[in-house]
């Protein structure tokens, strides 16, 4: 029996990236239906990868310290073993473009790498929406078929948790180096105090102190900081009648699920470029976020 094909699909972080790249995976499947299909990753997009129906093998070792000589050399030999005959670079960053080296000439490239066999060499990359890049890159290395990725699999028991039979999805935080990407936590409070409906609250646990000042004003909002991975996350998204939440990988990941998703953006950060993408997604824009008023999100969103 011939041996399958081996591919290997290039993806570190960060969330909002990992689930822009939900249709490039869905893609790359549907064009190698009978590879084997690895994906180079990091830890925290490991359960949702597993769970998803368009990889045979999850590799977390992506993004070992350069300074991490044994930990760089048993990617490199791990890389350059696997025997993988093509290589989607999703991540197309220095660090990724360098496993190049790794892999070997042999394998054929799609990506930025120098000496790619199928480089993505259009010259508005830059300037194009993360997914709509990653789209052209694919179509470079030969894919036309870019079928709507399944994402029955994101989903899970969320029962422990309590919801409301109806609840409105609060995502207030985002990356803490840039706190310009911040709705602040007291204007989701009084959010949630004037929506028709309570409010449940996700982030990580370290948006703890977010949750607390919006259930100041705000008690009756549900507060799950801290208490749920990226597929319950999924879930609740699914439940929610329809999410808000600053740009961060969670509201990407609420979007993707199809909950109606309201995304509040400033001057940190181009929608145009990244701006979460699902079937019922919107994004409201206002500089500096910090001004942006109850009133204007409530229009919005349509509460």
């Given at each position: 029996?011939?041996?399958?094909?081996?591919?290997?699909?290039?993806?570190l972080?960060?969330?909002?990236?990992?689930?822009?790249?939900?249709?490039?995976?869905?893609?790359?499947?549907?064009?190698?239906?009978?590879?084997?299909?690895?994906?180079?990753?990091?830890?925290?997009?490991?359960?949702?990868?597993?769970?998803?129906?368009?990889?045979?093998?999850?590799?977390?070792?992506g993004?070992?310290?350069?300074?991490?000589?044994?930990?760089?050399?048993?990617l490199?030999?791990?890389?350059r073993?696997?025997?993988?005959s093509?290589?989607?670079?999703?991540q197309?960053?220095?660090?990724?473009?360098?496993?190049?080296?790794f892999?070997?000439?042999?394998?054929?490239?799609?990506?930025?790498?120098?000496?790619?066999?199928?480089?993505?060499?259009?010259p508005?990359?830059d300037?194009?929406?993360t997914?709509?890049?990653?789209l052209?890159?694919?179509?470079?290395?030969?894919?036309?078929?870019f079928?709507?990725?399944?994402?029955?699999?994101?989903?899970?028991?969320?029962?422990?948790?309590?919801l409301?039979?109806?609840?409105?999805?609060?995502?207030?935080?985002?990356?803490a180096?840039?706190?310009?990407?911040?709705w602040?936590?007291?204007?989701?409070?009084?959010?949630?105090?004037?929506?028709?409906?309570?409010?449940?609250?996700?982030?990580?646990?370290?948006?703890?102190?977010?949750?607390?000042?919006?259930?100041?004003?705000?008690?009756?909002?549900?507060?799950?900081t801290?208490?749920?991975?990226?597929?319950?996350?999924?879930?609740?998204a699914?439940?929610?009648?329809?999410?808000?939440?600053?740009?961060?990988?969670?509201t990407?990941?609420?979007?993707?699920?199809?909950?109606?998703t309201?995304?509040?953006?400033?001057?940190?950060?181009?929608?145009?470029?990244c701006?979460?993408?699902?079937?019922a997604?919107?994004?409201?824009?206002h500089a500096?976020?910090?001004s942006?008023?109850?009133?204007?999100?409530?229009?919005?969103?349509?509460?």
């Amino acid at each position: 029996m011939k041996p399958a094909e081996r591919i290997l699909v290039v993806k570190l972080a960060a969330l909002g990236d990992f689930v822009q790249a939900f249709g490039p995976f869905a893609a790359i499947r549907a064009h190698h239906p009978q590879a084997e299909i690895t994906l180079l990753t990091t830890a925290p997009f490991a359960g949702l990868a597993s769970a998803s129906p368009w990889f045979d093998r999850i590799w977390t070792d992506g993004r070992p310290g350069w300074l991490n000589v044994p930990a760089v050399a048993r990617l490199a030999i791990k890389l350059r073993g696997a025997g993988f005959s093509r290589v989607y670079d999703l991540q197309t960053s220095a660090r990724s473009s360098r496993y190049r080296l790794f892999v070997g000439s042999r394998a054929e490239w799609s990506g930025v790498a120098r000496g790619a066999s199928h480089p993505d060499t259009d010259p508005r990359r830059d300037f194009l929406h993360t997914a709509d890049r990653q789209l052209g890159q694919l179509r470079a290395a030969g894919i036309a078929d870019f079928p709507l990725p399944e994402l029955a699999w994101l989903d899970a028991d969320v029962t422990e948790f309590g919801l409301p039979s109806r609840f409105a999805l609060l995502l207030p935080g985002a990356s803490a180096l840039r706190p310009g990407k911040r709705w602040p936590a007291e204007r989701f409070g009084a959010l949630a105090a004037r929506l028709d409906m309570p409010s449940v609250i996700c982030g990580i646990a370290a948006e703890a102190p977010l949750a607390a000042a919006i259930r100041a004003i705000a008690p009756q909002a549900l507060d799950l900081t801290g208490r749920t991975n990226l597929r319950e996350l999924g879930a609740i998204a699914r439940r929610a009648c329809h999410a808000i939440g600053n740009d961060s990988g969670p509201t990407h990941l609420a979007a993707a699920t199809g909950c109606p998703t309201l995304s509040l953006f400033g001057d940190e950060s181009d929608p145009v470029l990244c701006a979460p993408r699902g079937p019922a997604a919107r994004t409201l824009r206002h500089a500096p976020l910090a001004s942006l008023t109850v009133e204007e999100v409530l229009q919005a969103s349509g509460s």
